[in-house]
């Protein structure tokens, strides 16, 4: 059901991280806004179980720290489905070291 104020209906949204916590409640407001929900993690048993709490939401497995990855998923969903119009980056990536040893590569994969 989706409120007259916050009205999504036709749109579609992807979250990053969504099958579980802040990520999957995210996606609940915005299936409950009218949204077509894409969840996306990592591990497609969880995203499943996720799925299962959302009617009609649609899942798509990729590890967003992998810019190749992600460019052939959406690519392909976006083929299949047509665009997505709502992109919610809630993917948690961390790379734990002091600053003055942080390695560039490791700054521009969490960028």
Do not use: C, W, Y
């Not at 969880?46 to 798509?60: D, H, R, S, W, Y």
């Not at 992600?70 to 002091?98: K, S, Y």
């Amino acid at each position: 059901m989706s409120s007259i104020l916050f009205d999504l209906t036709g749109r579609t949204a992807l979250v990053t991280g969504s099958s579980q916590g802040i990520g999957l409640a995210l996606a609940k407001g915005l299936a409950g806004a009218g949204a077509k929900v894409v969840l996306n993690g990592r591990d497609e048993a969880k995203l499943a179980v996720a799925a299962a709490q959302i009617p009609g939401a649609v899942t798509l497995a990729f590890d967003a720290t992998d810019h190749d990855a992600v460019r052939a998923a959406i690519d392909a969903f976006e083929q299949a489905h047509g665009a997505i119009d709502i992109l919610v980056n809630n993917a948690g990536m961390q790379f734990r070291t002091p600053l003055e040893d942080f390695p560039a590569d490791a700054f521009e994969r969490l960028l």
